[in-house]
């Protein structure tokens, strides 16, 4: 039998799934659209109340790439745990032709590299570009940068010739988590090379909860890290970091890249739009 006040949250749970989201994106033809998910491949019914959103929010607003920030399986990572957790949450837009771009956090074994649905291509670290649009993306990996993957990520940033630079990883450069929080060494080799070539945006995972980091230097930080594993209340209210924070349920960024700005909405298991807003991309001095 279900308790009185499981059943109420239930009923309204069910009632926001089955209604429309709300989203303000622009949705503009040739637009890349994409979504950002972390910390979410745990089975729980939490990450499949939230991949329920994900899908129903692709039907109205057709994302074409997820990046990843990590910890993509918790527990065990056998052929059936990869399908329990991602494949079939997930299965109505693989069908779709949406691409999923792992990155390896603390609970990811480094085998998921070979993992086709991450389109990984068997490599720790690697980089993409957007299918049409002047768009790069940079996968990394976080929980120990030594200096081949170090030399790299200066080699590719410089090479790119993209207007937009966008990275992505589990451990978090800035985070009000109360958890976890910032990285400060990781933040120390990072962060220099970040200003230098021109990223504009970065995506982080690890603290199980959503905040979007005041612009540091001219670069917006994104803390995605409650796609599935959610910790209440984790959130600092009393950081100076924090341009806007939500710690009260799981949720997962769509962005859109239209010229020289991105448009986002962050979207809670809910269906409510808890976080939304644009930032202009940075340009070389």
């Known amino acids: 039998m279900v308790r009185p006040i499981f059943a109420v949250a239930l ?5 926001a799934a089955s209604s429309p989201l709300a989203l303000t994106l622009p949705n503009r033809p040739g637009s890349l659209k994409f979504a950002v998910m972390g910390d979410f491949g745990d089975g729980s019914q939490r990450e499949l109340d939230t991949a329920a959103q994900f899908v129903k929010a692709h ?8 990046p990843l920030t990590g910890d993509n399986l918790y527990g065990e990572e056998r052929p059936q745990d990869f399908a329990t957790k991602f494949e079939q949450p997930f299965r109505p837009l693989i069908d779709a032709g949406v691409k999923f771009y792992g990155s390896l956090g603390n609970h990811d074994s480094r085998e998921q590299r070979y993992y086709d649905l991450f389109n990984m291509s068997g490599k720790l670290y690697y980089t993409y570009k957007a299918p049409k649009q002047s768009v790069r993306f940079f996968a990394l990996e976080s929980g120990y940068m030594d200096p081949a993957e170090i030399a790299w990520v200066t080699e590719q940033l410089k090479a790119s010739a993209d207007d937009w630079k966008i990275a992505y990883f589990h451990h978090p450069l800035y985070s009000s988590g109360k958890t976890h929080g910032s990285d400060l060494e990781l933040r120390r080799v990072l962060e220099p090379l970040f200003l230098q070539y021109n990223v504009s945006v970065v995506f982080q995972g690890h603290d199980h909860v959503y905040e979007r980091i005041k612009p540091q230097n001219g670069i917006t930080y994104f803390l995605i890290g409650s796609g599935g594993r959610f910790r209440s209340g984790d959130l600092d209210k009393g950081s100076v970091l924090t341009a806007k924070g939500y710690d009260a349920d799981n949720a997962f960024l769509l962005a859109e890249i239209s010229g020289d700005t991105m448009y986002f909405n962050v979207v809670a298991r809910t269906g409510q739009v808890v976080d939304s807003g644009s930032i202009a991309r940075r340009k070389p001095r």
Do not use: D, S
């Open 11 to 15: 009923v309204a749970l069910q009632a």
């Open 59 to 66: 039907a109205i607003f057709p994302f074409e790439i997820v």
